[in-house]
Structures are given as structure tokens and as C-alpha cells.
């Protein structure tokens, strides 16, 4: 007999149980729908984290105080980078544009009876264009307000609507631990940025933030949160990264291991891209669980199909199929099950996938070599598991097949 | 007319278990059916008729002795070689008819080729022919559950010849058929041995053996008489 006898032969037997080959059929159904859907989904996580960090601005590095491994092991973060390290990378480094310091801490904001708990963000003026922010209304902190501690305040979009409604803030006064601050601008709404809202925060001078809102908290100086830089142009980003990591360590008389850290945004979105990967084969390896649940449920109900069948195999081997002709049939039953199913879900995935799309703005996509992979793989579940089953019935003695009535 | 052996049995034992609870469902059979014959194999149940018919169908094999089937000897044979044998020299008809419910007729018929790797228009014009032959011309393409007991007895007749078998096995063919129905059976066996068909039925049934032309007796595993006549036989049943 050949194989495509087998085929046609298994088709028959499956089609003349359609609520049994389809409920054989769900787990690899659902199996393979979820495989697609979250490698579809977490590609889409990804591609979306690394569009926020393009939007942070072209060409920008990031220092951070603590090396590499403290930020990994602590929050209790040295206190050594400081105001004048970010003056001096300004001053002495050639591939360096422009250079925004800040600190921040999340601090209550009050207006009148309203209040909230904001980012309040100290910085300079050139954080604007560093970080790529525009204003909606007013301005900016100006020099001027840096150089003599103004209590002045440029408010995120969401905080100004809370206060303020549709009235222009500008003029108004707000209170930040206590202290009066002027509204001198409204920032243009920016979004989220890996679930911080980046609206919810509101612009102070840095030197006022540092001297009237948090005081004097480091020996060395006015300490930072970070600072963000911004290389000449694209090809200037490793000599900016080495001489500012030089300039630290020569400021900070460094011998052994730095206690800053410079990241380009290539750093970053590395680190961004494996976070997201693992959490894709995460969510890939919960997924392939359940295929492989679908495929022993299809090998669950081959077996009993099996023992129901017993007599049309005992039949079978009488008029003359023999243990291969047997093992052929079964093994491409369970294979067409698991193919079927496995496109089925397929589809499903694709679909749901399509669907997340269209509803949120994760830009969710299917790989074709994701298709492929998961409908190759549920095709192979299907000879795996079938292989049991296929076996038995192979091995079934007619005689005994023929009399169990 | 010089006969063809189509069955010759030497010796032949079976025997399960072994020591203290050995059984020897057949002990020592010697046998033999001629091309052309028309025999039933008769005896209580527990006389080894049904293992006999087992190792004449080539499902089973005999734990020592000789079987030649239309003079090769199929005694040792692996799995595969037999199942050859069941598909090119045997054709079976059961007591449960045994058709596959999910295909018509003509399919039920078809399915022994389909093992034979004829080709799909033989296999059709084979299974037609055979179905006319046991009178279903009519009936085709309808599935097993929309045809009657005797109805479907005859589709099984039909693939049991439609591989030209050298000897059609039926076990019981008509154990669970109305007498009516019963003598039909019947007629088409007989017709068909009439035509040079060699047909060995086993039954325990003392009218049904009465219209083969030759039986054979079982008792304790062992071939009581090989060649009674119908009316031989009537004498035995009386005695007994």
C-alpha cells in the first residue's frame, strides 16, 4: 500500500469523525495559536522599546553613577558624580555637543487643593534639546534661572492638565515640598517611555533643586541622577564614550574599578533587547508547553482510538495488511491531526496577532520563519506521539483483534 | 482429473503454556483438502476447531508440524510474508461480517487490492464483478449500517473472493444470519465451489455442515474423523 493510499485512507477515517479529530486536534490548536501569538507579541515588545529609545534623541550617551556591577547589585549608589563633572565634559571634551545633567526624585506637587506625587526633574537648559523635548507654551529654564536658584517650573503635559484644565498655567503658582514655585512653561506631551509616563514629571532649575528641595546630600558636590550627552554626530560616539570615561576617571582619580557608568544608546538598547528576548522565549517556552500538552492529547486519543478500533485493524491484518501497513496508517493519522491543527492555530495566532496590532501600539508582526518553525514542529509532535499508538495497533494479534466483540 | 493439494497439514501442534499447564489445543494434526473441495470443520467448542481455522488462515502459527498451502510451506514464515500470504491465497469471511462502517460497499470490497497494490480502475472493475457475483450489484455504494445481515454477509463474501483466492476461510459465516438468510449464504458458497472454489467452513451448526459434501471432526485437538460424509455425520449426532 502505498503512502498515498495510507493518506486518503487516514482522511476518510478522520473525516468520518469530525467532533473527534477536531477535539483531538485543539490542544495542538491552542498550542501552536499561543506559540505564534507571543513570539508575534514579544517581537512586537521589542521593536516598540527600541522605537522609545531612537525617540530619547539622536546620538546620546548616558552617565550614571556606580559601575556596571553596583547598578547591578545596589541601589545604595555612590554619590561622586556631580555638577562640575557635567561642566567639565562640557568644557574639556571636543566630540561632546551638549551636555544636560540631572536629579530627580519623585516629590508631592501641590496646587491649591490638588495634588500629586511628580518626577520633579532639576536640570539646564539644554536638557531640551538633548533629550529631544519641545514646549507646548512659555519657556524653558534659562540660564539665568540656573545661575541664580529661581524658583521657576516648567510643568510635564499631564501635570498642567490636572492643575490646571484647559486655563493657561503660566503666571500660576505651584508648591513642591513647600517652597513657591512660577509655571514659566508647559512641555509638549512625549509619552510614555518604558511605562514611565514622562508627562508626569515637572522642570526645575537644577542648582534650586538641589539647593532649596533636596539640599546638600553628597560631600563632593551637587550630585546627579545622570547626565545625558550628546556626541557631534554619530561617528563622534566612541570618542565621546572613551574621553568622557577618561575625563570621569581622571576627575575622579579612579585606580581601580569606575564608580560611573557611560552608556550609548546602543549600550542601552542592547541591554533593553535582551530583556525582551528572554522574556519572548519565555513566554515561547510556556507556549511550547502546551504543544507539547497537544501533542499528548493527541496520543491519548490515538491510544483509545486503538483499543476502539481494535477489530477493523484485527480485519485489516486478515485480508492482509501487514505490522507496516498498520504502523503507515496510524502514524499519518496522528500526523494530520497535528498538521491540521498546527495550521489551524496557526492561523488563530496570526490573526490574534493582527488583532493586537490593530488595538494597541505594540507593532506587532508574525515571522514567516515563526510559521514555519511552529507548524514543522507540531507536524513533528504528530509523528512523535503517534509513534506509540501506531505501535500498538502494529502489534495488535488479529486473532485476539478479530474476537474481542 | 488429477487434484491440487491446496492444504496440507503434517503433524502439527499447538501448545500454550507449558510444564503443568500445558494445553495442546491441537495434537498432532494430519490433514489435507484438494483443490476444488467443499468441507466444513465440525466440533465442540474447546476441540481446537478454531485454532485449526487460525493456522489454515495463516494467523497463527503452529508451535511445531508442517502446513503447506498450495504447496509452499507457510508453517515458519515471519509476520509480513504471512500477512502476503493472507492477501494473495486466503480470503476470510467472519460470523461478524466485519465491515469497515465509514466506507460503502464497493470501498469494503476494494480494501483487500488496495493491500495488493493493484491499481485503482482493476481494483474498482475487480470489486463490481465480485459484488455481481454474490448478487449486490445494486448495492454499491451503500454504506454497511443501510444494508441487512445477509446483505452484508455477501459484501464480505465479495472481498473475500475478490483477491481470487486459492481457499476461502469462512468462520461461522452464518451464526448470526436468520435461517432464511442462512440457506442464501449457503447457496452462494455453494455456487461458488460449483464455479472451482475451494471453501473450508468452521461451525458448530449440524444443518449448515450438512450442505458441504465433506466434514471434518474435531475433539480434544485432534482430527476424530477427516472425510465424513453429510449423512456419516447424521449417524454420529444421533449416536452421540
Known amino acids: 500500500m502505498d503512502l498515498f493510499e495510507s493518506t486518503r485512507m487516514a482522511a476518510k477515517t478522520l473525516t468520518a469523525n469530525k467532533l473527534r479529530s477536531t477535539l483531538t486536534m485543539l490542544g495542538i490548536i491552542i498550542g501552536n495559536a499561543s506559540v505564534i501569538a507571543m513570539i508575534g507579541i514579544g517581537q512586537g515588545a521589542q521593536r516598540l522599546a527600541s522605537e522609545q529609545f531612537e525617540s530619547l534623541g539622536p546620538n546620546v550617551l548616558f552617565v550614571s553613577p556606580g559601575s556596571p556591577q553596583t547598578q547591578r547589585r545596589s541601589f545604595d549608589l555612590p554619590r561622586t558624580l556631580v555638577l562640575d563633572d557635567a561642566k567639565a565634559i562640557a568644557e574639556q571634551v571636543p566630540s561632546v555637543r551638549e551636555v544636560a545633567p540631572q536629579r530627580q526624585s519623585q516629590l508631592p506637587v501641590i496646587y491649591r487643593n490638588l495634588n500629586s506625587n511628580s518626577l520633579v526633574v532639576g536640570t539646564t537648559p539644554s536638557f531640551l534639546s538633548v533629550r529631544s523635548f519641545d514646549m507646548e507654551r512659555g519657556r524653558f529654564i534659562s540660564d539665568q534661572d540656573v545661575a541664580s536658584n529661581s524658583q521657576v517650573v516648567a510643568l510635564g503635559s499631564d501635570v498642567a492638565t490636572r492643575f490646571f484644565g484647559n486655563r493657561d498655567p503660566i503666571g500660576e503658582e505651584i508648591r513642591i515640598r513647600g517652597i513657591t514655585f512660577r509655571v514659566i512653561g508647559v512641555m509638549q506631551s512625549k509619552g510614555a517611555f518604558l511605562g514611565n509616563n514622562q508627562d508626569d514629571a515637572v522642570y526645575v532649575p537644577i542648582t534650586t533643586m538641589a539647593n532649596r528641595l533636596t539640599g546638600q546630600t553628597s560631600p563632593y558636590g551637587l550630585d546627579l541622577t545622570f547626565i545625558s550627552i550628546t556626541a557631534k554626530d554619530e561617528a563622534s560616539i566612541p570618542a565621546a564614550e572613551f574621553q568622557v570615561t577618561n575625563l570621569l576617571r581622571l576627575r575622579h582619580k579612579i585606580t581601580t574599578e569606575d564608580d560611573f557608568t557611560v552608556q550609548t544608546q546602543k549600550d542601552v538598547l542592547q541591554i533593553v533587547g535582551t530583556v525582551t528576548g528572554g522574556l519572548t522565549i519565555m513566554l515561547a517556552a510556556i507556549a511550547a508547553i502546551s504543544l507539547v500538552v497537544g501533542g499528548i492529547g493527541i496520543m491519548n486519543i490515538m491510544l483509545v482510538s486503538v483499543t476502539e478500533r481494535t477489530q477493523e485493524i484485527g480485519l485489516r491484518k486478515a485480508i492482509g495488511a501487514s505490522q507496516q501497513d498498520i504502523l503507515i496508517q496510524f502514524m499519518i493519522e496522528a500526523v494530520i491531526l497535528a498538521a491540521a491543527g498546527g495550521l489551524l492555530g496557526t492561523a488563530i495566532g496570526v490573526g490574534g496577532v493582527v488583532l493586537v496590532g490593530a488595538l494597541t501600539p505594540l507593532q506587532a508582526g508574525v515571522s514567516p520563519a515563526a510559521i514555519a518553525v511552529a507548524t514543522g514542529v507540531s507536524g513533528g509532535i504528530g509523528l512523535f506521539f503517534g509513534v506509540v499508538p501506531a505501535r500498538q495497533a502494529a502489534k495488535l494479534d488479529p486473532i485476539v483483534a478479530l474476537r474481542s466483540a | ?240
Open chain 2, 1 to 240: 482429473m488429477p487434484t491440487t493439494t491446496i492444504v496440507r497439514l503434517e503433524d502439527i501442534y499447538k501448545i500454550y503454556g507449558s510444564g503443568e499447564t500445558e494445553v495442546r489445543a491441537l495434537d498432532g494434526v494430519n490433514l489435507t483438502i484438494e483443490q476444488g473441495e467443499f468441507c466444513s470443520i465440525m466440533g465442540a467448542s474447546g476441540s481446537g476447531k478454531s485454532t485449526m481455522m487460525n493456522i489454515i488462515g495463516c494467523l497463527d502459527k503452529p508451535t511445531s508440524g508442517r502446513y503447506y498451502l498450495d504447496n509452499v510451506d507457510v508453517s515458519q514464515l515471519n509476520d509480513t510474508d504471512l500477512a502476503h500470504v493472507r492477501n494473495r491465497k486466503l480470503g476470510f469471511v467472519f460470523q461478524q461480517f466485519h465491515l469497515l462502517p465509514q466506507l460503502s460497499a464497493l470501498e469494503n470490497v476494494m480494501l483487500p487490492l488496495v493491500y495488493a497494490s493493484v491499481s485503482e480502475r482493476d481494483r474498482r472493475d475487480r470489486a463490481v464483478e465480485a459484488l455481481t457475483r454474490v448478487g449486490l450489484a445494486h448495492r454499491l455504494h451503500n454504506r454497511p449500517n443501510q444494508l441487512s445481515g445477509g446483505q452484508q454477509q455477501r459484501v464480505a463474501i465479495a472481498r473475500a473472493i475478490v483477491g481470487r483466492p486459492v481457499l476461502l476461510l469462512a468462520d461461522e459465516p452464518t451464526g448470526a444470519l436468520d435461517s432464511k438468510t442462512t440457506v442464501e449464504i449457503l447457496n452462494i458458497f455453494a455456487e461458488l465451489n460449483a464455479s472451482g472454489m475451494t471453501v473450508v467452513m468452521v461451525t458448530h451448526e449440524p444443518d449448515v455442515a450438512r450442505s458441504t459434501r465433506r466434514v471434518i471432526w474435531f475433539k480434544d485437538g485432534q482430527v476424530m474423523n477427516s472425510s465424513l460424509t453429510p449423512d456419516e455425520m447424521n449417524h454420529l449426532m444421533a449416536a452421540a
